[in-house]
Each structure stands twice: as C-alpha cells, then as structure tokens.
C-alpha cells in the first residue's frame, strides 16, 4: 500500500508542476498578443515613392471595390516582408494595369515660351501675337 500511496504522490506533484507551467505559459502569451496591428493601407501609404499617392488616390476614387482588395493584398504582403522595396507611382500604375484595372490619370504637357512653361492646351487656345508687321 505504500508504493500505491508515494505513486499518487507523484501523481499530484507532476500534476501540481504542470498547472504551474500552463499558469505561466498563459501570462507569457498575453503579453505578447497585443500586438499593434497597422491597417494594410496605412503600411502601403507608408512605402509609397514619387506620385505613388496620386495614383492610389486615382484608382480608389474610379474603382474602390477593386483597389481595395489591391491595397489589402499589397499591405498584407509588406507586413509580412515579402515587399521591401517603395512602389513608386509608375510601379503602381503598372500594377493596377497588369491586373486589368485601367486608372486614368491626369496628363499635363508643358512647353517653354518666352522663359516660362506653359501648359500645351493654353499655348494652343492663345492666338498667336501679329508679327506681319
């Protein structure tokens, strides 16, 4: 009877130790969960270059549902690490336009004229000054 009495001792002490180690693994694992998630678009908005605001700003107002998912996607890829590099407005144009989406983009053509640029569509309304004199 004493060796079923010092089994159940070691019973309760292995089981008194393994509520100890559930006890502290579940204050470790809190501590570590509260995690600052940043939304996807802020993490793109983050990595974007050179006119990469203006063509988010373009997609999101002509295809919202679609650029959306791009963003998501995008951002989701960034926080992970498998996107270093900044995305530049041309990269994402390309991007958007790879995937069918055909953003539209304002385009401005600017010419010099006596030391000043001027835009092409104002040069071409102007009439030209009379030089048959």
Do not use: C, W
């Not at 983050?46 to 963003?71: C, D, W």
């Not at 390309?94 to 030391?115: H, P, Y």
């Amino acid at each position: 009877m004493s060796d079923d009495h010092e089994l159940e001792m070691l019973k309760a002490k292995r089981l008194a130790e393994m509520q100890k180690n559930i006890t502290s693994q579940a204050k470790i694992q809190p501590a570590a969960e509260p995690k600052k998630t940043i939304p996807f678009r802020d993490t793109l908005i983050s990595r974007l270059g050179y006119r990469g605001m203006e063509v988010l700003q373009n997609a999101e107002r002509q295809f919202p549902h679609e650029t959306k998912m791009i963003v998501d996607k995008l951002g989701e890829l960034m926080q992970a690490g498998e996107i270093n590099e900044e995305i530049d407005g041309g990269k994402l144009l390309a991007l958007f336009r790879s995937v069918g989406i055909n953003v539209r983009m304002e385009t401005k053509i600017n010419i010099e004229q006596d030391g000043k640029f001027v835009s092409l569509s104002d040069k071409l309304t102007t009439k030209p000054d009379d030089s048959n004199d």
